[in-house]
């Protein structure tokens, strides 16, 4: 490759790069710009997920095991184990971000800051190339990287566009950078799908070897990672294998070997794997949402434009345009057909797992992807004459998909402002309960059992989620407490109760809340399955009845309530806005409040039971 290929290709690699960190970084930049000197060192929270997975990531870092749930403050111990959970199974991203952060003395909060800016310059690289190597167009990479990036959020039908039809998103910003599930593994998808083509497509003996070992390799580690992006892999690597021998008979003996070193490196992957999925938490499946069903899926929008690239190969493969056996065009039919299959394996498995997280995450990405490397095909043509896509036409293409993406970058921001900033302002509480904790016995808390972490009720909601990222005591309740295995189902119900209970929440006002479909409420109750469209097929929307036995319940058990159940479990904090707390009377009549410690604009209230 000569010298000035590469300086190009550097060129335009580092183009790419450039713009999607930018529009990675814009939300945490805007807060910044508004704080100014008043910054209190948070991260701007661009889906809501985050939450949960920054709490696991704080517990790492404090050294507590990789069995931990930073909710309920029940860790993995001696005498008293915790069962696996997503968060312990998929470790490897996890242990990325707190080895490092640990070592360096990070707070979680920088750690996820660096890690927007680290997940979105490497899946541009990866997809850039992955893109040169298999088309040789380095200025269609570039636009590809851009128009991939830019527009899945588009082609998951979240984002800006639900806005501009008057509804409400699912999910903002740019799903592949959730931190840190599915931003870390990300890229690696790519990077496998490159070891694979390298492996499938090289001349040397030896370095095919070296590329399927390298791919496979890639593949333990999505296993560990990420259920879904390893399961996608496994998928479009059979479609891929399965047109290769078709239509390359001649290398099927090539085919064989880099499949079983690939499905070596596998097997090694999936038997601790399936070891630990058999020790998991007995609610993780129903958390999860699996399902059992062996109906097709077949007209989500990513296999729609993934059919368009296939329908477009075959029709000019036929026409002579293309050459229909030719490598690169096998490896982008391939790429066209991996949404089929994720979407559709049900049909053959009979179990489907919340699919719109494929949908989301990275179906998007490669239907994009096949179309971008579709239309390089196209150029080409069968006689391979290198021929360029015009400079204007790519340009323009180009603008327009950054376009798109500045409006999702911004209009994410804009929609999550008053949240950023919330859980800025809650950043000196957090501190200063992480300086209680080593006082207050929580960081010489004995792990499992009756002896748990000091227990914390804050109030508004989203504070009660934001404080573990952190701080290392237990929560009374937050959204995200289904994620962990501490609390059984009746348990987090239980607790959301006496949130409400010591909230000052009344029957009637609980009533208005779920009349009017607040999230954290409906969540809390019924499940999110139940919330959010498209998690589960064929979901029974939400009964008036059932609506009305919650409210109805709650406010018997608010009624009802004892000091028995004030102890279960036993409050130690209380943290407050100092302006405009809630009713805090119920709680007063079971807790002797001590003096208020004023920190930031909260106040924090240590708490004992009364006798």
């Known amino acids: 490759m000569s010298q000035n290929y590469r300086s190009r290709e550097w060129k335009w690699s580092v183009l790419a790069t450039v713009g999607i960190t930018l529009l990675a970084i814009y ?37 507590r095991p990789r069995r931990n749930d930073p909710q309920t403050g029940r860790d993995d111990a001696p005498g008293s184990p915790q069962p696996e959970s997503l968060f312990s199974i998929q470790l490897i991203p996890a242990y990325v971000i707190a080895w490092p952060a640990r070592f360096l003395g990070l707070s979680t909060s920088t750690a996820f800051i660096i890690l927007i800016i680290l997940a979105a310059m490497a899946s541009s690289l990866a997809i850039f190339r992955l893109v040169v190597s298999v088309t040789g167009d380095e200025r269609l990479a570039a636009a590809g990287v851009v128009f991939v990036l830019c527009l899945g959020t588009l082609v998951a039908t979240q984002g800006v566009v639900r806005t501009f039809l008057g509804t409400s998103p699912t999910y903002s910003f740019f799903p592949f950078l959730r931190r840190y599930q599915p931003a870390v593994p990300f890229p690696l998808f790519f990077v496998f799908c490159l070891f694979v083509w ?22 333990a580690v999505l296993v560990f990672s990420y259920f879904y992006l390893w399961t996608a892999a496994a998928g479009w690597l059979a479609g891929l294998v399965t047109l290769w021998v078709i ?82 065009t096998i490896f982008v039919a391939s790429l066209g057909a991996m949404p089929l299959i994720v979407f559709n394996q049900q049909v053959i498995t009979g179990r489907s ?9 990275i179906s998007n990405y490669v239907s994009l992807l096949a179309m971008v490397m579709t239309v390089a095909l196209i ?51 957090t501190k200063r309960l992480a300086e209680l904790a080593k006082t207050d016995g929580t960081l010489n808390a004995r792990p499992g059992g009756n002896d748990l972490r000091p227990v914390v009720f804050s109030s508004p909601r989203p504070l009660a989620d ?15 407490m289904d994620a962990f295995p501490g609390a059984s189902p009746a348990e987090r119900k239980e607790r959301f109760y006496q949130y409400l209970y010591y909230s000052g929440t009344t029957s009637q006002e609980l009533e208005q809340s779920i009349i009017d479909g607040r999230f954290s409420i409906m969540v809390a109750l019924f499940g999110v399955e139940r919330v959010i469209p498209g998690l589960v097929e064929n979901v029974q ?20 309530f004892s000091r028995e159940r004030a102890a279960k479990p036993t409050l130690s904090y209380v943290v407050v806005p100092t302006e405009a707390p809630p009713e805090l009377s119920n709680l007063d009549r079971w807790y002797e409040r001590e003096p208020g410690e004023r920190v930031g604009l909260f106040t924090i209230y240590r708490v004992r039971l009364r006798p």
């Open 379 to 429: 150029q080409r043509g069968r006689k391979r004459v290198e021929r360029k896509i015009p400079g204007r036409a790519l340009a323009l293409a180009t603008l327009l998909a950054f376009g798109w993406g500045v409006l999702e970058s911004t209009g994410a921001a804009k929609l999550d402002v008053n949240l950023a900033r919330l859980r800025d302002d809650a950043m000196p509480v």
């Open 27 to 63: 939300p945490q930049l805007n807060l910044w710009l508004a704080r100014g000197g008043n910054w209190g060192g948070s991260y701007v929270l661009v889906q809501g997920d985050e939450d949960a997975y920054s709490a696991y990531i704080n517990a790492l870092i404090e050294g």
């Open 247 to 328: 239509w390359q008979p001649a290398t099927r003996r090539r085919v064989l070997l880099v499949c079983g070193i690939i499905s070596t490196f596998a097997l090694a992957a999936l038997v601790p794997y399936f070891i630990l999925i058999s020790h998991r938490d007995p609610n993780m499946d129903k958390v999860q949402l699996l399902t059992l069903s062996h109906a097709p899926d077949l007209f989500r929008v990513s296999e729609l434009i993934g059919l368009a690239s296939l329908a477009a190969l075959f029709i000019l493969a036929r026409r002579g345009v293309i050459e229909g056996t030719n490598r690169a």
């Open 541 to 560: 929307p939400l009964q008036l009845d059932e609506m009305r036995r919650e409210w109805l319940a709650y406010g018997e058990y608010a009624a009802s």
């Open 466 to 480: 934001c404080l573990p990222t952190g701080s290392p005591q237990a929560s009374l309740w937050a959204l995200h």
């Open 198 to 219: 390298r492996g499938l497509t090289d001349a040397s003996l030896r370095r095919i070897v070296l590329w399927a070992a390298a791919a496979g390799s890639i593949f």
């Open 353 to 361: 797992m919340q699919p719109l997280h494929y949908e989301l995450f």
